[in-house]
Protein backbone atom coordinates (compact mmCIF):
# COMPACT_ATOMS: atom_id res chain seq x y z
CA UNK A 1 0.00 0.00 0.00
CA UNK A 2 2.44 2.50 0.86
CA UNK A 3 4.50 1.75 -3.11
CA UNK A 4 1.23 2.81 -4.28
CA UNK A 5 0.60 5.96 -2.21
CA UNK A 6 4.37 7.04 -3.39
CA UNK A 7 3.70 6.33 -6.69
CA UNK A 8 0.38 8.46 -7.02
CA UNK A 9 2.45 10.53 -4.83
CA UNK A 10 5.56 10.84 -7.04
CA UNK A 11 2.72 11.25 -10.30
CA UNK A 12 0.46 13.90 -8.72
CA UNK A 13 3.70 16.10 -8.06
CA UNK A 14 5.25 15.59 -11.80
CA UNK A 15 5.26 18.57 -13.76
CA UNK A 16 7.53 16.85 -17.16
CA UNK A 17 4.32 17.39 -19.59
CA UNK A 18 3.33 21.01 -18.09
CA UNK A 19 5.42 22.63 -20.52
CA UNK A 20 4.02 20.71 -23.77
CA UNK A 21 0.64 21.39 -23.20
CA UNK A 22 1.30 25.65 -22.14
CA UNK A 23 3.04 25.50 -25.89
CA UNK A 24 0.35 23.47 -27.75
CA UNK A 25 -2.32 25.92 -26.14
CA UNK A 26 -0.07 28.96 -27.47
CA UNK A 27 0.32 27.35 -30.86
CA UNK A 28 -3.55 26.96 -30.74
CA UNK A 29 -4.09 30.71 -29.93
CA UNK A 30 -1.77 31.86 -32.41
CA UNK A 31 -3.49 29.93 -35.02
CA UNK A 32 -6.51 31.19 -34.18
CA UNK A 33 -5.13 34.91 -34.47
CA UNK A 34 -3.99 34.00 -37.88
CA UNK A 35 -6.80 31.92 -39.21
CA UNK A 36 -8.99 34.82 -37.94
CA UNK A 37 -6.98 37.66 -39.80
CA UNK A 38 -6.65 36.08 -42.80
CA UNK A 39 -10.68 35.64 -42.82
CA UNK A 40 -11.02 39.26 -41.94
CA UNK A 41 -8.47 40.28 -44.77
CA UNK A 42 -9.46 37.91 -47.85
CA UNK A 43 -12.96 36.50 -46.83
CA UNK A 44 -14.45 38.58 -49.68
CA UNK A 45 -11.96 37.18 -51.96
CA UNK A 46 -12.50 34.47 -51.19
CA UNK A 47 -16.07 33.99 -51.32
CA UNK A 48 -15.45 35.37 -54.71
CA UNK A 49 -13.68 33.07 -55.62
CA UNK A 50 -16.30 30.25 -54.33
CA UNK A 51 -18.83 31.82 -55.91
CA UNK A 52 -17.43 32.14 -59.17
CA UNK A 53 -16.90 28.65 -59.11
CA UNK A 54 -20.22 28.16 -58.23
CA UNK A 55 -20.96 30.48 -61.61
CA UNK A 56 -18.91 27.76 -63.57
CA UNK A 57 -20.47 24.88 -61.81
CA UNK A 58 -23.84 25.52 -62.79
CA UNK A 59 -23.30 27.19 -66.26
CA UNK A 60 -20.45 24.89 -67.56
CA UNK A 61 -18.89 26.11 -71.39
CA UNK A 62 -20.57 24.34 -74.55
CA UNK A 63 -18.34 21.47 -75.55
CA UNK A 64 -16.51 22.44 -78.74
Known sequence: MKELMNFMRAFWT???GQDMAEYVMLLVVVA???VSTALL?????I???FQD????IDNPAPAP
Open 32 to 34: IVV
Open 53 to 56: ATAV
Open 41 to 45: LFGEA
Open 14 to 16: DES
Open 47 to 49: ANA
